[in-house]
């Protein structure tokens, strides 16, 4: 991994984020709606303070002109104010992020913890039921949509077993101090175990839910890496070596087989960012992904603007590390 | 000589789409203490089922269907499956045609010649730090003993930063790093370049000397086992056809099917002439009629021939599977 290697990655990030900025501004200045009138509501104002507050948001420019105000600003690092909060756009989302950072993490843990061992007991028990079921299971957790399925964990958890609670990220009784934004690791620093335990409830569902879909295509990208791997003559002479199975299975199958597993699950960790936004808003839950989409319904401009150029950094970034993660896991390629 | 393997009637047959294939098809065979048998046949002959079968190698959609496998006194059809694959490895081991594929690209070459040891080897110290110390000197021997040069600082290396022929001897070295009675080659040299081919074979000549073991050498090559090996068995359609020690099957061959293998070797005193094939193809498994299954491509079949054909007596230690078999020139 060379220096020249993170170099290029850096500059091939430029053309990527400049055609992202432009395609979100262009959409937002298509959508119907003007952001005034919907900060406005039915409050009644003279036209002369309407004009003086479109002056305020910069918004009574012509729009190529305020596309290249933008990009100036954001090559700067500067992304305006939030129309709504009155904040610094990138203050806004520094403070949202960690919960939707948390959320995506734990989502990403169930789906290869579950994802993994059923994709390998799949595959070494080819044809039975629990393979046919993990396939089936599988077609229906790529198929299910989010907003649906978060619903029904809620109705079933929440509402009839009343387990689990329906929204939030924890309760309004407990207070922990934020040193990193991690709500787990936060309640863990104040050494407050019933906290955690509480953050962890509230994390499940829509944890689960998140990772349903990754959970569904890493156990079929894991189980037909493991089919393939397991017809490989390394595997025999594995076997004829005399190995103890579980070796066999688990050191020599199974390294082979996470190299796909390990590329697609970083890749598919970009998907759970648009998955956010719906997860987030069905369950209540106080990241980054509610946030733009209570931003657009605003028409909060800036906010929706940084908010996706940090989703392209963010794939690039997660397509960088799966690159890396490749080179790890496969000793023949070097990056 | 004592016995060391003793096959009777084995069968292995595959249930595939097209019908049944019986891959294996009643084949008898000995191997004797320190003996090297030559296995020679065309691709599909079996040879390589034969002794995936030994091992208790055969895979789904493939089974064993009858036979006896006494190995060291032992039936190895009546082992469990841990006590299979406590034999394999330990005391018959196996190396494949081509190290590229066999040898594991995600994994240290130290690390897959040091878990055999871990696998069987009992003689290794109880105590970490010295049973560490005690693999890593065996695998630097291991290694030393196939001729890979400063073994210690390639331990760590993987398959694929070694050429062709060192990634042959490491598997030649984990196969003998238990120091198995047995040994199966299967085309230890195929995926070699010719001069490779000569040190690989003239390694594991020297290897079975010193270590005393038997050594089951799969082939299509007679030349190699004219060179390696004391006894011969030429396999053709899943039946053994001819076996006997190697200097006079190669000289005065008892089946017309070893008869044309060795006619269709080019010779140096043959030059410029054309060499003889054996004309015709192997017969489809599936579904054989019971009859000699050579006939269809045989120059000497005749209408007697078209019944099931049993091993003959064809001299002392020798026996052919062939009717015409006194007729042979």
Redesign the interface.
């Known amino acids: 991994m060379s220096f020249g290697k993170l170099l290029e990655r850096i500059i091939q990030l430029i053309p990527v984020l400049l055609g992202v900025s432009l395609i979100v501004f262009v959409m937002l200045a298509l959508t119907p709606g003007d952001p005034v009138q919907i900060m406005v509501g039915e409050q009644s104002i003279t036209p002369e303070q309407e004009a003086e507050l479109r002056r305020d948001l910069g918004l009574d420019k012509p729009m190529v002109e305020r596309f290249f105000i933008f990009l100036g600003n954001a090559a700067q690092f500067d992304f305006g104010q939030s129309y709504y909060h009155g904040r610094p756009v990138s203050a806004v989302i520094a403070e949202r992020l960690p919960a939707t950072i948390e959320l995506s993490l734990v989502a990403l843990i169930v789906a290869l913890v579950t994802a993994i061992p059923l994709g390998v007991l799949a595959a070494i028990r080819k044809n039975s039921v629990l393979d046919r079921l993990a396939t089936v299971g599988s077609l229906l957790g790529v198929s299910l949509p989010g907003f649906w399925f978060g619903i029904l964990l809620i109705m079933l958890f929440s509402v009839h077993l009343q387990i689990l609670p329906v929204s939030g990220r924890i309760g309004y009784a407990s207070e922990v101090p934020t040193v990193s934004g991690f709500l787990l690791i936060d309640t863990l620093l104040a050494g407050d175990v019933r906290a955690f335990g509480e953050a962890l409830r509230y994390l499940i569902l829509p944890a689960i839910t998140l990772g349903l879909p990754m959970t569904a295509i890493l156990m079929r990208v894991t189980r037909t890496s493991m089919l393939e791997v397991m017809r490989?003559?390394?595997i025999?002479?594995?076997?004829?070596?005399?190995?103890?199975?579980r070796?066999v299975l688990f050191?020599?199958a199974l390294?082979?087989a996470l190299?796909p597993t390990v590329s697609v699950a970083a890749i598919e960790m970009g998907s759970l960012l648009g998955g956010n936004m719906i997860v987030e808003t069905v369950f209540g839950w106080p990241g980054l992904g509610r946030l733009v989409v209570e931003s657009i319904f605003l028409r909060n401009y800036p906010l929706v603007q940084a908010a996706v150029l940090l989703y392209a950094v963010t794939y690039v970034l997660l397509n960088f590390i799966a690159d890396i993660l490749y080179t790890v896991?496969?000793?023949?390629v070097k990056l | 000589m004592t016995l060391l393997l003793e096959v009777t009637n084995l069968c292995t047959e595959f249930n595939t789409r097209a019908g049944l294939v019986r891959a294996v098809d009643g084949v008898s065979l000995r191997v004797s203490r320190g003996e090297c048998l030559g296995v020679v046949g065309e691709s599909g002959s079996g040879k390589s089922v034969t002794f995936a079968s030994v091992m208790g190698l055969v895979r789904s959609p493939g089974r064993i269907t009858h036979g006896m496998i006494f190995f060291d006194g032992r039936e190895l059809r009546d082992m469990s499956p841990d006590e299979m694959r406590a034999t394999r490895g330990r005391d018959i081991a196996m190396t494949m045609q081509d190290a590229l594929t066999a040898l594991n690209p995600a994994l240290t070459v130290g690390e897959q010649l040091s878990e055999v040891l871990i696998a069987h080897d009992e003689t290794l110290p109880a105590g970490r730090a010295a049973r560490r110390v005690a693999i890593r000197d065996k695998c630097v021997e291991m290694l030393g003993l196939v001729g890979i040069p400063s073994p210690q600082s390639r331990l760590a290396q993987y398959p694929h930063e070694f050429s062709g022929g060192m990634r042959q001897r490491i598997m030649i070295a984990i196969a003998l790093a238990c120091r198995p009675k047995l040994l199966i080659a299967d085309e230890p040299t195929t995926a070699l370049d010719v001069t490779i081919q000569a040190q690989v074979l003239e390694l594991i000549s020297d290897i079975r000397a010193r270590l005393g073991m038997a050594v089951v050498l799969i082939t299509h090559d007679l030349g190699v086992v004219a060179e390696h090996c004391d006894r011969v068995m030429v396999m053709y359609a899943g039946q053994v056809v001819e076996e006997g020690p190697t200097e006079q099957v190669i000289t005065q061959p008892r089946h017309p099917y070893t008869r044309g293998l060795l006619a269709s070797i080019p010779r140096p005193a043959m030059r410029g002439q054309p060499l003889t094939p054996i004309n015709g193809q192997v017969p489809d498994l599936v579904g054989l009629p019971p009859q000699c299954r050579f006939q269809s491509r045989c120059p000497m079949a005749r209408p007697e021939c078209l019944v099931e054909v049993p091993m003959f007596d064809a001299g002392p230690d020798r026996r052919a599977r062939c009717l015409r078999l006194e007729d042979m020139p």
């Open positions: 490989q003559d390394y025999t002479f594995a076997e004829a070596k005399g190995l103890p199975r070796r050191r020599h390294k082979n190299i896991l496969n000793p023949r």
